[in-house]
């Protein structure tokens, strides 16, 4: 069974005409509406489900606890007592966790009772074994003791039936946990997402090559495809194409065959050396969102050959800003995950900033002793600044004049990647 789910329509990325700068939350809501899992559903054992997302919703084949149990050791016998000493009789044997006492534990007797064990038939209430003395044929203990206390009863955690989790988790160990104690053993899973990434431009060499003036070192690459491994996806390398448009093509043309999604840096704008944009304008699926972002450069969206395209700006600053707001959550829904919104923490700021009204801006930032702090330089071509910082902090598309201790908020990379 591994049932491949419909293809994205060619016009997927289209945005409404007439926009010339499309806002940050239009363009979220555009991709959220338009976009579906395209990851084929795929069964696998418990033990291998980790990180996985859930295809469908999964429900408790079994209660937990399955039957009623003690939670102490102790002493069990039937009903409440009153406040005062009591004095009861002990049955033969015991009850232990895995090993049930098969009888019936008379009215006014008690049995031995090890944590875990089920409950003994005749037997509803436990008092603690500290609060007895024994001799080994009766058990004397001092009332109150309420009917049913230190006794988990059946169910009372998970009833056999109830949906314990819904397709689009990213499943946790504790997951595992949860449908192991409730009966499951084989899990539907999303085929994980596979995520192709080339990096296009002239300039680019691969890290560590003896490099020429004018030549840089591909730095998006890595970025990408670990920002990829980090979001659970098979980050596919598809390596570093120069500005030569037949050579882009074969390599989006073995992307699309080896992949789900193709993430592509530089070469996104419309000028001649931008062999992406003029790529897929040619396949007739161009969309050029300009989005009233900072840092932000046009992004290149379309479809190669039933494949969606990424096209993001070559800038790494850009390019990491990009791909952590739009093609992360954009990515969630392919993969199975549903739309994925960053958890945000509103903290006070440990900078003043001024802003004009227009677009949203995010800044390299990091939290320091309940602070945000930002970047010194908010250059785009810092790449230091992209490492320095361990989060962004998002400020809202109006005008702001924001002051030292005023609330902002920051969002952790690690809540852009999730799980
Ligand atoms: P582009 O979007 O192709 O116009 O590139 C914008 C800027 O980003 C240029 O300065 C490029 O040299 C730079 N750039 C493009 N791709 C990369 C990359 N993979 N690694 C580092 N810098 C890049
Ligand atoms: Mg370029």
């Not at 074994?129 to 955690?157: H, L, W």
């Not at 700006?313 to 992360?328: D, I, Q, S, Y």
């Not at 995950?337 to 700021?349: D, K, N, R, S, Y």
């Not at 910082?389 to 920051?410: C, M, S």
Request: negative net charge; charged residues 20%.
């Amino acid at each position: 069974m591994s049932l491949k789910p419909p293809p994205l329509s060619n016009d997927c990325f289209a945005l409404p005409p007439g926009v010339s700068w499309t806002p940050v939350d239009e363009a979220l809501a555009h991709l959220q509406a338009r976009l579906t899992p395209v990851a084929a559903e795929d069964v696998v054992p418990l033990g291998d489900a980790l990180g996985r997302i859930l295809a469908e919703d999964i429900c408790a084949k079994r209660s937990n606890p399955p039957q009623p149990n003690t939670a102490v050791d102790g002493y069990g016998f039937a009903g409440g007592r009153a406040d005062g000493p009591h004095s009861l009789a002990l049955v033969d044997g015991r009850a232990a966790a895995g090993g049930a006492y098969d009888g019936t534990v008379p009215a006014g007797m008690a049995i031995r009772v090890l944590t875990g064990a089920a409950l003994p038939n005749g037997v509803d209430t436990v008092v603690l074994e500290e609060d007895v003395t024994t001799d080994g044929a009766q058990v004397a203990f001092n009332g109150p003791v309420k009917a049913g206390s230190n006794t988990r009863t059946a169910g009372e955690d998970v009833a056999a039936g109830d949906r314990i989790l819904s397709a689009g988790r990213v499943l946790t160990a504790a997951d595992l946990a949860l449908m192991a104690a409730t009966g499951l053993a084989q899990v539907p899973v999303r085929k994980r997402l596979r995520v192709a990434v080339i990096s296009s431009g002239d300039e680019l060499l691969e890290p560590g090559a003896p490099a020429a003036p004018g030549q840089i070192y591909d730095a998006n690459r890595v970025m990408l495809l670990g920002l990829l491994r980090q979001c659970g996806y098979v980050a596919v390398d598809m390596g570093r194409i120069g500005d030569d448009r037949a050579a882009l093509r074969a390599v989006l043309d073995r992307a699309a065959d080896q992949a789900d999604a193709i993430l592509t840096s530089g070469g996104a704008s419309a000028g001649d050396e931008d062999h992406v944009s003029a790529l897929l304008r040619e396949s007739g699926a161009l969309q050029q969102w300009r989005i009233a972002l900072k840092p932000g450069r046009p992004l290149a969206l379309g479809m190669w050959s039933g494949t969606p395209v990424f096209g993001l700006p070559g800038n790494p600053v850009a390019a990491l800003v990009c791909t952590l707001v739009f093609a992360r959550p954009a990515l969630g829904l392919l993969a199975g995950e549903g739309w994925q919104q960053p958890e945000g923490f509103v903290l006070p700021a440990g900078f003043a900033k001024k802003k004009k009204p227009g677009r949203r801006e995010f800044l390299r930032a990091r939290v320091r002793a309940g602070k945000v702090e930002v970047f010194k330089s908010e250059g785009s071509g810092r790449i230091s600044g992209l490492s320095w910082a361990e989060g962004l902090v998002e400020l809202p598309d109006g005008a702001l004049e924001l002051k030292e201790g005023d609330p902002v908020r920051f969002i952790p990379y690690s809540s852009f990647i999730g799980s």
